[in-house]
């Protein structure tokens, strides 16, 4: 498995690696449950909240609901076959820690825990639930967050449906064409 050495990532600096909308691994715990879900539908909401849909049916969903915490994990290529095992099997039934091989580091923040194997760790509270019944969407707000120094541009998959994946590629530097104020983060 792939090892990393990982920093601190000013909480600002989040949007560039979750605003691409990469595949990312919720973990979470209340009491002895913990949990891992795989998760495609989620985005930035200003530079330190992210909203996501966590469906109801998911045990990690009470999980979030009962502790007001979670950890956004984001693999890369590697971990895409763990990333669908994960979820086709639920935290119900089995360990997906111990299952899967990966590793839990305890975090700065939050009680949930940090998947090592991942390039960056992004600790969260929830801050909002008002859309939770509704929409199953939960507000986080990233408290604490770490992320691995090489590569710069980590190699993270993104879900197009079908059991269809899109790995990132190529990058395009178009700054000159930013007004500076555009160009923050
Ligand atoms: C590629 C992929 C993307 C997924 N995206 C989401 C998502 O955005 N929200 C969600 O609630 N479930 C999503 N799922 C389903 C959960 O990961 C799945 O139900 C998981 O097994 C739940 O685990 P749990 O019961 O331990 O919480 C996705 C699954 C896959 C394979």
Redesign the pocket.
Known sequence: MKKYSKKKLPLDKTRSLLEPGP?VLVSSQWKDDR????????AMMGYEAIG????DA????NLIKKSKQCVINLPEKHLLET??A???????DID?FAEFGLTAEKGRKVQAPLIKECYANFECEVIDTRLVNQF?FFVLQVVAAQSAISPKYPETFH?RGSGVFMVSGENIDRSKFFTPEMLDG
């Open positions: 595949i949990s891992i879900m795989t998760m495609g539908w989620h996501c849909y966590i469906w998911n045990f990690s969903h990333a669908i994960i979820g086709n099997t639920t935290g119900a997906k199953n879900y």
